[in-house]
């Protein structure tokens, strides 16, 4: 007996040494990611941020920044990212139970009556108990007791799926981050286009007024022969474009104005807002700082850092799954036939402990696939991570250069709109002199026109860029 349970160790000794050896896993991920970046954007080495800027400073204007406020409190998505944290965050509290020991209590009655030829009826027949004591037939049987279960975490591969589970909730919540800086962005980017749909409308009203009035000066030149029937025709179908295009613009603001409030989470209502010298409006000096802070100031840089942890903790523990598994059980408690001998100790008394060893060692596809799929992932989360610091530096290169090519290009459209203002007044002059046909008026007030609009579109060019620039840097998050 003695030589039959020495031979039994060994074997599972040498079970264990060939299960550790054969289950060895291949290194099959790509683990080297690129981290450099440019020293700067602009040979400066200036590391100023305007992205360490509170959002409540980089944007001065009050009604913007209550616009602000209220889609952070009220915004749907914003509020079921919030809820995806908190699912989250539960995955960090399963993961965590796995590797600590099960204990639960439990308890139970039942009744049996075996055969009296069978080798448990006729172990009964031949027990005996203390006198007083009658066995009754059927046996009834009452327990309660405490168990646990315990899988010792020798690999890691538990500790490193909790783990992976931590980093997964802290990339969640750089992804809510990342949605706070696109939210205020995109709502500072509707309202600047509000303001200038505003402008563009009282512009239209205003050129209507200037060409309602040349209409009736064409119409009474006309009485005095001084032009003909299709001067005032020209003229008509001038004012009338001009009126279509009033419509046009006012129902872009209203869209406009219901894309606002469905950021902000509520109905159609007026936007309050300040459309008053728009076009003077001078965007904030930017300090770009040096590409290495987007590392820590871009959420999306920092969620897709945190997804390759995870990714690269997935790894260790699919590796793990090709080592023996270590468990204990164990479990203390009473039983009796009869509750009044239910608590007797010792007679009552049961306890059990027992530990196993699992290793595979015969058709491991499913944990082979695993561990190859946990590789692929981990090369897939470097370069995208990888790809995201690309995208970082790009966007802040193009706004930057955007913000110095809009400045240009806004003094020569004012220039341009000056210009054109004063060929007007020329023009009407020379007009009613007859010194200047009607088509040179015509051609002169829908340049002026047209110069103005898109002077006013260059502004808003100039507030988006303005805007981009401090989301691209990682601003509006904090």
Known sequence: MMKNRKINQYIVAVSAVVAVASCKAPDLARTDVNKIVPTSYNDSQDTTNSADINWREYFTDP??????DTALKYNQELNITLQEIEVSRTEIRAKKGEYLPTIGLGAGAGIEKPGRYTAIGALEENTEIKPG??????????????????????????????????????????????????????????????????????????????????????????????VTELAVRRFEAQVLNTKALQFKIQQEIVETENSLNFLLGRFPQQINRSSDKFVDIEPNFVYQ????????????????????????????????????????????????????????TPESLLY??????????????????????????????????????????????????????????????????????????????????????????????RDALESKFELIETKQQQMNAMVNVYRALGGGWR
């Open 63 to 68: 009604y913007l920044t209550d616009l602000i």
């Open 133 to 226: 004591m009658e066995m009754p037939d059927p046996l009834p049987d009452f327990q309660f007791g405490l168990y646990a279960n315990w899988e010792l975490d020798v690999w890691k591969k538990l500790r490193n799926a909790k783990k992976a589970a931590v980093m997964r909730y802290l990339s969640s919540v750089e992804g809510k981050n990342f949605m706070v800086t696109n939210l205020v962005a995109e709502i500072a980017d509707s309202y600047y286009e509000l303001l200038a749909l505003d402008n563009q409308l009282d512009l239209v009203k205003r050129n209507v007024k200037i060409q309602s009035d040349a209409l009736e000066i064409v119409k009474l030149q006309k009485k005095n022969a001084q």
């Open 289 to 344: 700082g040096i590409p290495a802070q987007l590392l820590e100031n871009r959420p999306d840089v920092r969620q897709a850092e945190l997804e390759l942890e995870a990714a690269k903790l997935d790894v260790k523990s699919a590796k793990a799954a090709f080592y023996p598994s270590i468990g204990i059980t164990a479990g203390v408690g009473y039983q009796a036939f009869d509750p009044q001998y239910l608590l007797r």
């Open 352 to 445: 059990n402990v027992a530990g196993d060893l699992m290793a595979p060692l015969v058709n491991r596809s499913a944990i082979k696939a695993q561990y190859y799929g946990a590789n692929y992932k981990q090369v897939q989360a470097i370069y995208n991570y990888e790809q995201t610091v690309l995208n970082a530096y790009i966007e802040v290169a193009n706004q930057v250069s955007k913000i110095d090519n809009l400045k240009q290009s806004y003094d020569l459209k004012s220039q341009q709109v000056e210009t054109l203002t004063k060929s007007i007044e020329i023009s009407n002059g020379l007009f009613r002199s007859a010194r200047a046909d009607y088509m040179e008026v015509l051609l002169t007030q």
